[in-house]
């Protein structure tokens, strides 16, 4: 049973850091792809960064390119959300997930498995 928990989150000041985790656990070997995505009150679901397990290879949404930076520690089965310089518009709430894929994508229909969400609320 996958199972997905997120931790982290918070409220800043704009300008601002915080760092998500996400703990996996019950992975099957072809669960590669891991995703941050968020989603504001009214907004659809958006990609943010993800990463592989395998090769870390990583893909990150435009408007958080030099901002946030997505990592892994494979042996704690544990992924990383640094977000810095946070901005009011990346209030949402943060949730991490899992694809049974081998490449990398922000795309919300490649992931079967998700945590329950994170709220980080940045004010200006």
């Known amino acids: 049973q996958v199972q997905l928990v997120e931790s982290g989150g918070g409220s800043v000041q704009a300008g601002g850091s915080l760092r998500l985790s996400c703990a996996a656990s019950?992975?099957?070997?072809?669960?590669?792809?891991m995703g941050w995505f968020r989603q504001a009150p009214g907004k659809e679901r958006e990609g943010v960064s993800c990463?592989?397990?395998?090769?870390?290879?990583?893909v990150n949404a435009d408007s958080v390119k030099g901002r946030f930076t997505i990592s892994r520690d494979n042996a704690k089965r544990t992924v990383y959300l640094q977000m810095n310089n946070l901005e009011p518009e990346d209030t949402a709430m943060y949730y991490c997930?899992?694809?049974?894929?081998?490449?990398?994508?922000?795309?919300?229909?490649?992931?079967?498995?998700w945590g329950q969400g994170t709220q980080v609320t940045v004010s200006s």
């Open positions: 997930a899992a694809g049974r894929s081998w490449y990398c994508s922000l795309l919300t229909q490649e992931y079967g498995y």
């Open positions: 019950g992975l099957t070997f072809d669960v590669d792809a």
């Open positions: 990463i592989t397990w395998s090769v870390g290879s990583t």
